[in-house]
């Protein structure tokens, strides 16, 4: 008996030496990013990023530029924030209104429709490249918020997860509902929307990181600087011709912050809405 | 006459409003924002690249049917590259990302061990990166001067200074560490999520048997963990093949003798920097079907594993 315990001990250390390992390495990306934001652009560009740390050439400079500056960053902030506003609105209320309908009613092509939602998730969008260009440009929706968002307003997966989790709800409330007289969409934001709180919990974070750092999209869709969302704008600062070297990683950086906060405020939304999509059988 | 006509357009209100709030058309409303996407966003352009890839598209109104020529057409070294790349990087990405956090999640699920919070949540943040700003650290940490951080740290050892971002096997490298440096804590997560789902008695009675930890892993975690890897092997083939993004953020649209040229950087080349609309659809079709037989591959995989 002492021995087992002893054993599960020495493999307790060493399981936390591995993964101790494993994190510092994992987060050094993090910790290189800060310490070459500090430092000017030129020096990125001409060494490379690199682990040597001269502390007289850190300063603030590069965040002067990023918030005070060149206005461009403030820009492509406010409509990374304005469209994953946008997209996330859009998409929970619609996807929700669709898993209702699939989990609560039986009708004619019930199936064809659930069937259609698996089949759009195993589409890549990235196939839909050229042809979903032109329709933009037919719909005139070019170089817009709602051209990005408006393709995607109904997402699948979201679809998927919000059938599922009604299907769990308790069904009487409904019959009840309806016994009172409330019609079918009162029933849907009176009674059923609230009991949802948790599911749209972890798909609006699910969803907000999804279009927070969506890139292939809106690389397309958006044309001018003043439009540009935050990973085009930072992408398009890396030319051969300009000397914007400056902002690349302090705008990296302060993109990631909002997000690592609200992660770290969040972990148990983040990690339900990321599991939900897992097969559990 | 006037009341008779009021009453008369209050039941016909009414009488509406009943079809409307029924159980048989409720439904269609609410599904009716998915159908409408679908058809627009979806089906319509499918529909749409399969024609133009028949096509020889000039511009607006200058379009020519041509049959199979852009299929034709494919038969050339950047296509074979983009296939290769495509093909590889996805191979090369399961192969890392199930062992590697399949192994740190069965060591985080140890609730004797210390600080398993704070090790999930630090493996978990790369994940919270946009493509570009993961890409930004890394075409700059895999930099060509022998003071890049790649480039001293293989120093250490007398190797080295590499050019990493123009070498066809360091650029290949240079993706899936990319790749599994931002998947990594996403795996783990799916694996804890299945790991906690294993019933502990199966553990106890192995214990009873005599079994060994090895034979537990192999006996006992794997074939429960079978939803859940099949799962993740699905999301990896799907973001595989439609890799572009990392691929951009090393070297925008064109690289070097077409090292991080993959399927989705070849339409976007064709389409959007050549004006080739046809062709670049009919490199997406080929990718649209390359998927469709994967897909189905697994399905039946997946039922395969089912019977057992």
Redesign the interface.
């Known amino acids: 008996m002492g021995i087992k315990i002893k054993q599960s001990k020495s493999g307790l250390y060493t399981s936390f030496i591995i993964l101790a390992f494993i994190c510092i390495i994992f987060l050094a990306p993090f910790f290189f990013m800060l310490v070459s934001s500090l430092k000017p652009g030129q020096e990125l560009i001409s060494k490379g990023l690199t682990w040597k740390m001269n502390f007289d050439m850190m300063s603030l400079n590069n965040y002067k530029i990023l918030f005070f500056q060149d206005n461009r960053y403030l820009i492509w902030y406010k409509n990374s924030l304005i469209i994953t506003a946008l997209y996330t609105i859009l998409s929970l209320f619609f996807s929700s209104l669709v898993g209702y309908g699939l989990a609560v009613y039986n009708f004619k092509g019930k199936r064809l429709i659930f069937f259609t939602v698996l089949l759009v998730m195993m589409v890549p969008l990235e196939i839909l490249l050229l042809p979903l260009y032109r329709l933009m440009i037919t719909l005139h929706l070019m170089d817009s918020y709602l051209g990005v968002v408006l393709p995607f307003a109904v997402s699948p997966f979201a679809v998927f997860f919000f059938r599922q989790y009604i299907i769990g709800l308790p069904k009487d409330l409904i019959e009840a509902a309806r016994i009172d007289g409330c019609n079918e969409f009162k029933i849907y934001f009176k009674i059923i929307a609230p009991l949802m709180k948790p599911a749209f919990g972890a798909m609006f974070i699910l969803l907000a990181l999804t279009s927070w750092n969506s890139f292939v999209w809106p690389l397309i869709v958006l044309r001018t600087t003043e439009n540009l969302t935050l990973p085009i704008g930072l992408a398009s600062l890396i030319t051969p011709y300009g000397n914007n070297y400056d902002m690349l990683m302090p705008g990296a950086v302060m993109s990631v912050i909002p997000v690592a906060i609200i992660f770290l405020l969040n972990q148990r939304a983040f990690i339900e809405g990321l599991t939900a999509g897992s097969v559990k059988q | 006459m006037m009341v008779f006509d009021r009453v008369n357009t209050k039941a016909r209100v009414k009488r509406i409003y009943n079809t409307i709030?029924s159980?048989?058309v409720?439904?269609?409303?609410?599904?009716l924002?998915?159908?409408i996407?679908?058809l627009?966003?979806?089906l319509?352009?499918?529909i749409?690249?399969v024609i133009?890839s028949f096509q020889d598209i000039r511009g607006p109104g200058d379009v020519t049917f041509i049959g199979f020529k852009n299929y034709i057409n494919l038969l050339n070294p950047h296509y074979y590259s983009a296939l290769r790349v495509s093909f590889l990087y996805t191979f090369l990405t399961i192969a890392i990302l199930i062992p590697f956090p399949l192994i740190?999640a069965v060591?985080?699920n140890?609730k004797?061990?210390?600080?398993r919070?704070?090790?999930r949540?630090?493996?978990?943040?790369?994940a919270?990166?946009?493509?570009?700003?993961?890409g930004?650290?890394?075409?700059?940490?895999?930099?060509?001067?022998p003071?890049?951080?790649f480039?001293?740290i293989i120093g250490i050892f007398g190797l080295g200074p590499i050019t990493w971002l123009q070498g066809r096997h360091s650029g290949m490298l240079a993706l899936v560490v990319l790749c599994v440096?931002r998947w990594?804590?996403?795996n783990i997560?799916?694996f804890l999520?299945?790991l906690q789902?294993i019933p502990r008695e199966l553990y106890e009675s192995a214990d009873i048997d005599g079994a060994n930890g090895l034979q537990k892993f192999l006996k006992i975690t794997i074939p429960s963990l079978k939803?859940?890897i099949?799962?993740?092997i699905t999301i990896s083939v799907?973001g595989g093949?439609?890799m572009?993004?990392e691929s951009?953020?090393y070297w925008?649209s064109r690289s070097p003798g077409d090292i991080g040229l993959t399927l989705?950087s070849y339409?976007?080349q064709t389409?959007?920097n050549y004006n080739n609309?046809g062709f670049?659809?009919a490199i997406?079709?080929t990718?649209?079907i390359i998927?469709?037989i994967i897909?189905v591959i697994q399905l039946n995989i997946f039922g395969f594993f089912k019977k057992d």
């Open positions: 709030n159980e048989r409720m439904p269609y409303i609410f599904v924002p998915f159908i996407i679908f627009l966003f979806f319509y352009p499918i749409s690249a133009m740190l060591l985080l140890n004797f061990l210390r600080g919070n704070i090790f949540s630090a493996l978990f943040l790369p919270l990166t946009s493509v570009i700003v993961a930004m650290f890394f075409r700059y940490a895999f930099g060509t001067q003071t890049a951080l480039n001293q440096w990594t804590g996403v997560v799916y999520s299945g789902s939803p859940v099949i799962f993740v799907f093949f439609s572009f993004a951009f953020a925008t989705v339409i976007y389409g959007f609309f670049a659809a997406g079709v990718l649209l998927i469709m897909n």
